[in-house]
């Protein structure tokens, strides 16, 4: 979900409320046609965006195509055939998604991930140009 966002720009609700009726991982792009809502710990899913605006088709980067892929291979649909969802199968919640997979992420080491900058530049970059390694997380979707 964290390559999703930040390759698309899509918000939360957006992503939470993704349907895989709704990603064309072939073409590479993406219908936002619903969204998620958390009310007080509840998800209450949209059959539409806020505005008319919110309603649009996001071309997917081919780093996401990928991790969509992967995580369609890995991961079963929730309710409402929802892509991204809790181990209970019901539609993510932020609290959850923040305990379990963002906090975990930040103190985590990452593999190098020079194989896939041979030049380390995001490395060196990263630690002030000492080429330190990325740190890592568990999840499947943040590792590349």
Sequence with gaps: ??????GTGL???ECVGLRWDAVDLAVGELRVVR???????????????????GRR???????????LTEHRQAFETGTED??????????????????????PSLHEP???RRAQDPGG?????????????LPQTSHPLLNG
């Excluded at 088709?57 to 991790?67: E, G, N, R």
């Design 57 to 67: 088709t996001v071309p997917l980067p081919p780093f996401v195509v990928q991790a």
């Design 121 to 133: 530049k995001a490395v060196a970059l990263a630690d002030g140009g000492r080429r330190q390694p």
């Design 110 to 112: 990452i593999a190098d």
């Design 1 to 6: 979900m964290v390559a999703l966002a930040a």
């Design 35 to 53: 969204v998620a809502e958390e009310i007080s710990g509840h998800v209450t899913l949209k059959p539409y965006p806020k505005s008319r605006a």
């Design 11 to 13: 918000r939360w609700g």
């Design 82 to 103: 929802l892509i991204f969802v809790a181990r209970t199968g019901e539609p993510l919640k932020r609290g959850t998604f923040r305990a379990r997979v963002w906090k």
